[in-house]
């Protein structure tokens, strides 16, 4: 156990152009990093957020996780685990999820699925993945770990690696202490937050580049997601793998679940400017229309959702999804050039009230949250804040 109190790193700000409380939560000159957009990193409470932090500034440090205060205080080092950064990991960082709860966070650090106590820092070692990620010729030290998914029980996760060349799921039931591989013929995109399922994208993706008429070049997914001779989808599939049913076409340039329901939401690929929503037994939707939505992440409630925008930036966007309206909520600040060090990928909590996102504003990545006041979503829902109308309190 852990759990090294650090000195407050908040720099509070007040955004110039829409009067959004915003905190820098991060300040040490080494990257700093939140948890997948897709999936909550605050606490149900809104009191505390979990981070990672790079250990030093190198480019194979190792990751650490981190907790602290919504308003940036009471910062704390809760894990100091491995040498260096995690091959699988979402650039080099360990798999991890919060659970919906708050209490723990599965972590993967090289094949040892592990649970981390948010509160003591305590961490216990759950499973050896070893065997489920044999050797590669290519990789002497074994397969490596993608991402986690929790089950709508809570009670199960599903882990992705990358062994021998090839992609597999692990199922592991927390209950029963069992290990289980299982196929999903795809890519597991998420479990199904209504009940004992799995969401699967078809096809693989082919990264490349290309370059443009004015000669510059650009990183592409070349593959976008081909399925053969079936076009790119998002399936439903049990637990087992077995597919059960289509859920709605892949036509989102990223892509999340609403929440706690079974629908996708994503930003449009260019030059579709739009949000989509998309359910099943439905022809997809657009939500909201407007700016280059790029990243966008929902709240728990699925009432809300934060994207950042791109080709321009326009700031951070907060959409209310029953009314489709939205306004600006802040301005990362970000590069947004292809290194996702400079991606904000905003995070909402669970009642959609807190946003956490990434910049590299000051020139390191770092954390920060904007406060969303009732008042100011009011005033979304209400239609009172267009194209740059700043709020104030």
Same mark, same amino acid.
């Given at each position: 156990?852990?759990?090294?109190?650090?000195?407050?790193?908040?720099?509070?700000?007040?955004?110039?152009?829409?009067?959004?409380?915003?905190?820098?939560?991060?300040?040490?000159?080494?990257?700093?990093?939140? $948890?997948?957009? *897709?999936?909550?990193? +605050? /606490? &149900?409470?809104?009191?505390?957020?979990? %981070? #990672?932090?790079?250990?030093?500034?190198?480019?194979?440090?190792?990751?650490?996780?981190?907790?602290?205060?919504?308003?940036?205080?009471?910062?704390?080092?809760?894990?100091?685990?491995?040498?260096?950064?995690?091959?699988?990991?979402?650039?080099?960082?360990?798999?991890?999820?919060?659970?919906?709860?708050?209490?723990?966070?599965?972590?993967?650090?090289?094949?040892?699925?592990c649970a981390v106590d948010v509160d003591s820092g305590a961490v216990e070692d759950l499973y050896s993945l070893d065997r489920h990620c044999p050797q590669a010729a290519h990789r002497p030290e074994g397969g490596f770990v993608g991402s986690i998914h929790i089950s709508a029980n809570g009670?199960?996760?599903?882990?992705?690696?990358?062994?021998?060349?090839?992609?597999?799921?692990?199922? $592991?039931?927390? *209950?029963?202490?069992? +290990? /289980? &591989?299982?196929?999903?013929?795809?890519? %597991? #995109?998420?479990?199904?937050?209504?009940?004992?399922?799995?969401?699967?994208?078809?096809?693989?993706?082919?990264?490349?580049?290309?370059?443009?008429?004015?000669?510059?070049?650009?990183?592409?997914?070349?593959?976008?997601?081909?399925?053969?001779?079936?076009?790119?989808?998002?399936?439903?599939?049990?637990?087992?793998?077995?597919?059960?049913?289509?859920?709605?076409?892949?036509?989102?340039?990223?892509?999340?679940?609403?929440?706690?329901?079974?629908?996708?939401?994503?930003?449009?690929?260019?030059?579709?400017?739009?949000?989509?929503?998309?359910?099943?037994?439905?022809?997809?939707?657009?939500?909201?229309?407007?700016?280059?939505?790029?990243?966008?992440?929902?709240?728990?409630?699925?009432?809300?959702?934060?994207?950042?925008?791109?080709?321009?930036?326009?700031?951070?966007?907060?959409?209310?999804?029953?009314?489709?309206? #939205?306004?600006?909520?802040?301005?990362?600040?970000?590069?947004?050039?292809h290194y996702e060090f400079g991606h904000p990928h905003p995070c909402l909590s669970q009642d959609g009230s807190l946003c956490v996102f990434r910049s590299d504003r000051t020139g390191t990545a770092q954390i920060y949250i904007a406060?969303?006041?009732?008042?100011?979503?009011?005033?979304?829902?209400?239609?009172?804040?267009?194209?740059?109308?700043?709020?104030?309190?």
């Amino acid at each position: 156990m852990l759990r090294l109190p650090f000195a407050s790193e908040r720099i509070q700000r007040v955004d110039p152009k829409t009067g959004i409380k915003v905190i820098q939560l991060t300040s040490y000159p080494a990257p700093a990093a939140h $948890l997948l957009y *897709d999936w909550p990193c +605050v /606490t &149900p409470d809104n009191q505390r957020v979990v %981070l #990672f932090c790079q250990r030093a500034a190198a480019r194979n440090a190792p990751w650490d996780i981190f907790r602290v205060d919504a308003d940036g205080l009471n910062l704390f080092q809760l894990t100091q685990r491995g040498e260096g950064m995690e091959t699988g990991g979402y650039y080099g960082r360990p798999a991890a999820r919060l659970t919906l709860d708050g209490k723990q966070i599965y972590c993967v650090w090289g094949r040892t699925l592990c649970a981390v106590d948010v509160d003591s820092g305590a961490v216990e070692d759950l499973y050896s993945l070893d065997r489920h990620c044999p050797q590669a010729a290519h990789r002497p030290e074994g397969g490596f770990v993608g991402s986690i998914h929790i089950s709508a029980n809570g009670r199960r996760l599903f882990v992705t690696y990358n062994a021998a060349g090839a992609t597999g799921v692990i199922r $592991l039931d927390l *209950d029963a202490r069992e +290990v /289980t &591989p299982i196929d999903v013929g795809g890519h %597991l #995109f998420a479990c199904d937050p209504t009940g004992p399922r799995l969401i699967v994208s078809k096809g693989t993706v082919e990264w490349g580049a290309e370059t443009r008429e004015d000669g510059t070049r650009v990183i592409i997914n070349a593959g976008e997601l081909r399925g053969g001779d079936a076009p790119p989808a998002k399936w439903i599939a049990d637990e087992d793998g077995n597919e059960i049913e289509y859920l709605c076409p892949e036509m989102y340039a990223h892509a999340t679940l609403l929440g706690r329901h079974l629908v996708v939401q994503g930003c449009g690929k260019p030059p579709c400017k739009c949000i989509w929503l998309a359910e099943k037994g439905a022809e997809p939707r657009k939500l909201a229309q407007g700016p280059y939505f790029w990243h966008s992440g929902a709240s728990w409630s699925g009432e809300w959702i934060a994207a950042d925008t791109n080709w321009p930036d326009d700031g951070l966007q907060l959409i209310h999804v029953p009314s489709g309206r #939205f306004a600006t909520l802040c301005h990362a600040g970000a590069s947004q050039d292809h290194y996702e060090f400079g991606h904000p990928h905003p995070c909402l909590s669970q009642d959609g009230s807190l946003c956490v996102f990434r910049s590299d504003r000051t020139g390191t990545a770092q954390i920060y949250i904007a406060h969303i006041p009732r008042e100011f979503q009011q005033r979304v829902i209400a239609g009172e804040l267009a194209g740059g109308d700043k709020w104030m309190p």
